[in-house]
């Protein structure tokens, strides 16, 4: 059985990437070592998942709220490493090709040495691969889960934060 490889365009580069799971003993130790890391993180923002309005559902995107993302990130500044994140792109990236549109049948590897020169000043659009990667990997882990929602909650506000003109309300948070 073949590993799937799904493809997603990120940025306004004209950059398209391409990510194929990771083999089973890989991802379940990236796994372990997200939810060591995430775990309190997401946890924090489940147990803040109480909506404000009888009308809306517990665990709904509504329910999240400023504060309860500003809890998450001070609980997420405490606990993400450089030594995580750097993990996390390299095992990634050993799974990731990256093309462009005026060459999409040239594929470029994205080992460390080429995330420092591709993500260089793109730093919102490299945790945009990350997200991808991680949603090709564990979709079916976090799908229809509170923790998935509330991931999916978390990086769209979070996006939207850092760039405003970068959704609109049509379009709907992908995990």
């Given at each position: 059985m073949a590993?799937?490889?799904?493809e997603?365009?990120?940025?306004?580069r004209?950059y398209t990437y391409?990510v194929t799971e990771?083999?089973?003993?890989?991802?379940r130790?990236?796994?372990?070592?997200?939810?060591k890391?995430?775990?309190?993180?997401?946890g924090q923002l489940?147990?803040?998942?109480?909506?404000a309005?009888?009308?809306?559902?517990a665990?709904?995107?509504?329910?999240?709220?400023?504060?309860?993302?500003?809890?998450a990130?001070?609980?997420l500044a405490?606990?993400l490493?450089?030594a995580?994140?750097?993990?996390?792109?390299?095992v990634l990236?050993e799974?990731?090709?990256?093309s462009?549109?005026?060459n999409p049948?040239?594929?470029?590897?994205?080992t460390?040495?080429?995330?420092?020169?591709?993500?260089?000043?793109?730093y919102?659009?490299?945790?945009?691969w990350?997200?991808?990667a991680?949603?090709?990997?564990?979709s079916d882990?976090?799908?229809g889960?509170?923790?998935?929602?509330?991931i999916?909650?978390?990086?769209?506000?979070?996006t939207?934060r850092?760039?405003p003109?970068?959704?609109?309300?049509?379009?709907?948070?992908r995990?």
């Amino acid at each position: 059985m073949a590993l799937e490889t799904k493809e997603r365009q990120i940025g306004d580069r004209g950059y398209t990437y391409h990510v194929t799971e990771l083999p089973a003993k890989k991802g379940r130790a990236l796994l372990v070592r997200l939810i060591k890391t995430l775990g309190p993180v997401f946890g924090q923002l489940v147990s803040d998942m109480k909506p404000a309005d009888p009308k809306v559902k517990a665990g709904a995107l509504s329910a999240i709220n400023g504060q309860s993302i500003s809890r998450a990130l001070s609980e997420l500044a405490g606990r993400l490493t450089e030594a995580d994140l750097e993990h996390v792109c390299q095992v990634l990236g050993e799974h990731s090709e990256v093309s462009d549109e005026e060459n999409p049948d040239h594929r470029k590897k994205l080992t460390p040495g080429a995330q420092e020169f591709h993500f260089a000043g793109r730093y919102l659009e490299m945790f945009e691969w990350i997200g991808f990667a991680l949603e090709v990997n564990f979709s079916d882990f976090f799908s229809g889960s509170q923790i998935g929602s509330a991931i999916a909650g978390a990086m769209a506000q979070a996006t939207e934060r850092a760039n405003p003109m970068a959704s609109s309300p049509s379009e709907s948070p992908r995990v």
